[in-house]
């Protein structure tokens, strides 16, 4: 299995110490990426006779290692700036640097590169690969990255047992708890060992003792392997788990002050 | 990302419903298969005329007399005994395409051997028969020039005569009788089975014309009709128009006078009934490709029932870092798979069907290599052909929509 070779590859390879297969799952890594920054942004919605500005030119840095949450009502555009930040979608005007790269202008299949080699997703609906073993769903960023077949095996095994459910592998999702589920699903957004981690209301699905559990060891995570984490919710109590609160309304930033009282896990 | 990665995912994609990758797979199984046994129809109906023709010679011209043509008004006025052996002699010397002649005359006639009697055609010809015809005798020998010089009771058998006369036991030198008068076997022919109109060739008996002239039709001089072999294959077309021009010269025939004799060619017989047996197989074909058609249609529909049925999984895909180009490869190829292991089927099916055909119809049926290789190469278009749209279509969602789908 080789890997594709292509332009954004390079660009990637060359810039990205993400991607150049830093062992970031097994212990601290001293090197700081997963800095972002955007510039005035903006993202405008034609929807045929109205237009909707969702993000109406939006500045943000956030150095590389930080834990983020994000809050705000619905419409708030908090949904908007995170699919921005994961490079799903891109905006209308404005910059978006990501570890000093502009990827606002960059095409599909850039953006697709982009998100397997420097950014995890997480969901409120984990989002795992239905019909599809815990091993494969965990494997699959790897194919698209082209990790070599032993490589990507050492670090489903590893990933499975950062993730506390090493027993579960060939188990399919359906068979899992919620919890158990968005452990698979941190797995594998873990797994081509990203810089930044985008979390949508990771707890949103699950009760609030998971929840707790989940939210601690993304925290620890955070300070572990200094992985960017940014994290929608409009839960207080799961935002208290950020160094950083963002509170959004109406496309912009109406504050965003460092968390005195986070919580810590004991 | 390798290629067989993704092909790999939309095999465990397919396995993953079985039951509906077997039906959409069935058109082109169908397809395939009917294609293949239609063509295998269509070919063998086509080597058999060509084998027939072969074993004629393709150098062969036949000659009739003139009421052979013309039933109703020539047949009145009487003009039937227009051709002779030396009208048949003359070809040689005068045509230069013209390479060896036999008339023919023929008979059918009760022959019998000890206690065994068996009804059959007799057929009258000179010694350069089994070179005009390209058949060889087993057993024995043919008669020679002096035997049909002399109008010999001589006898030459074929296989299927042999058979019903003499069982296992040797006929060479032995007597039969045909038609009451006592002839001596000579030779038996080798076995040359049916013709392409279905007749036993080789329930026949030779012997020199001149034996049948004298002997059964009563000592007349002229002949029904005779074979011609030109130079060479080619020649065919020029020895006609001589073996015409000549025969109006001996014949009298005046400019404005028909002809009173009919010179045909195999290999225009040949034609003709190859033409007529590639439209045949086109026919066939194309009708069966119909179905290929419907086939393919099929996977179409079935691959965008996937695609928005999978949509959620596109969106998941496209987040963990798939690319537009790895989704549209994953599901063209899905459809390949389909169309590829239909493909395969349906050969199989094809072939079953072909034999079948000839085993229960019992009509000649040949499967070409070629057909082979095609009908895989076009069920693999189909799938391209039919698939790209699809997965055009998947490439093409927009990741964040398809991860909201529900």
């Not at chain 1, 993000?55 to 921005?84: D, H, P, R, W, Y």
């Not at chain 1, 499975?160 to 708890?177: C, D, F, M, R």
Request: with cysteine; aromatic share 6%; glycine share 10%.
């Amino acid at each position: 299995m080789t890997k594709t070779p292509s332009s954004s590859f390079d660009i990637l390879a060359s810039l990205s110490p993400a991607s150049s297969g830093a062992p970031r799952l097994n212990g601290a890594d001293s090197r700081v990426s997963g800095i972002i920054s955007l510039r005035e942004v903006s993202k405008t919605y034609d929807l045929g006779e109205v237009r909707v500005e969702a993000l109406k030119g939006l500045s943000l840095e956030i150095t590389g290692g930080q834990f983020v949450a994000i809050m705000g009502a619905s419409g708030s555009g908090k949904s908007t700036m995170l699919n921005i930040l994961g490079c799903l979608d891109r905006p209308s005007s404005g910059v978006y640097l990501l570890d000093g790269v502009d990827v606002s202008t960059f095409s599909a299949a850039q953006r697709a590169d982009i998100r397997n080699q420097k950014i995890g997703f997480i969901f409120q609906s984990f989002n795992l690969l239905a019909r599809t073993t815990v091993w494969e769903n965990i494997e699959a960023p790897m194919l698209y990255g082209g990790v070599p077949k032993p490589e990507r095996a050492k670090r489903i095994e590893e990933a499975l047992k950062v993730v506390g459910i090493p027993e579960k592998a060939k188990a399919l999702p359906n068979q899992l708890s919620g919890g158990q589920q968005q452990r698979v699903a941190v797995a594998r957004a873990l797994v081509n060992r990203p810089a930044i981690l985008l979390a949508d209301e990771p707890t949103g699905n699950l009760d609030s003792a998971t929840s707790e559990e989940i939210m601690r060891f993304l925290q620890h995570l955070n300070r572990q392997k200094q992985i960017t984490l940014v994290m929608v919710t409009h839960e207080h109590d799961i935002a208290a788990y950020a160094s950083r609160i963002i509170h959004m309304k109406d496309g912009r930033i109406l504050s965003d002050e460092v968390n005195e009282e986070m919580k810590r896990d004991a | 990302m390798s290629f067989w990665v993704i092909v790999r995912i939309s095999l465990k994609a397919l396995s993953r419903n079985k039951i509906r990758s077997v039906l959409t797979m069935l058109g082109i199984i169908i397809g395939v298969g009917a294609v293949i046994a239609m063509v295998s129809v269509g070919q063998g109906a086509q080597r058999q005329v060509q084998e027939e023709i072969a074993a004629m010679g393709t150098n062969t011209l036949m000659v009739w007399t003139g009421s052979m043509r013309s039933m109703g008004v020539r047949g009145g006025t009487g003009t039937m005994n227009t051709l002779t052996a030396e009208d048949f002699e003359a070809m040689v010397y005068e045509c230069p395409a013209v390479k060896a002649v036999s008339p023919s005359a023929s008979t059918m006639g009760q022959v019998v051997f000890g206690d065994q009697n068996w009804s059959t055609r007799v057929e009258g010809y000179n010694e350069q028969l089994p070179a005009l015809r390209n058949w060889n005798i087993v057993q024995g020998s043919f008669f020679d020039e002096s035997h049909v010089k002399t109008a010999a009771r001589v006898a030459v058998l074929g296989q299927t005569v042999v058979n019903q006369l003499f069982g296992g036991s040797d006929p060479v030198g032995q007597t039969i009788r045909i038609k009451n008068l006592p002839f001596r076997v000579l030779g038996v022919l080798d076995k040359k089975g049916f013709n392409a109109w279905g007749r036993d060739q080789d329930d026949t008996i030779m012997v020199p014309y001149t034996t049948v002239q004298k002997k059964f039709q009563g000592g007349v001089l002229y002949v029904q009709s005779g074979m011609v072999g030109a130079a060479s294959a080619r020649a065919t077309y020029a020895a006609q128009e001589q073996i015409t021009a000549l025969l109006r010269q001996r014949h009298r025939l005046g400019p404005f006078q028909d002809d009173d004799f009919t010179v045909r060619n195999l290999s225009e017989i040949a034609e003709t009934a190859e033409a007529t047996n590639r439209i045949m197989t086109t026919l066939l074909a194309s009708i069966a490709a119909v179905s290929l058609l419907v086939g393919g249609i099929g996977i179409m529909n079935i691959m965008l029932v996937a695609v928005s049925e999978r949509t959620r999984e596109i969106g998941i895909r496209m987040a963990i870092g798939a690319r537009p180009g790895h989704v549209r490869v994953q599901f063209l190829s899905e459809s390949i798979v389909l169309c590829v292991c239909g493909g395969i089927l349906g050969l199989a099916l094809g072939v079953g069907g072909s034999v079948g055909i000839s085993q229960f119809l019992g009509w000649p049926t040949l499967i070409s290599p070629n057909s082979i290789v095609i009908s895989i190469i076009f069920s693999g278009a189909i799938g391209i052909f039919f698939g790209y749209y699809p997965a055009h279509k998947a490439a093409g969602l927009d990741p964040i929509e398809a991860l909201r789908y529900e």
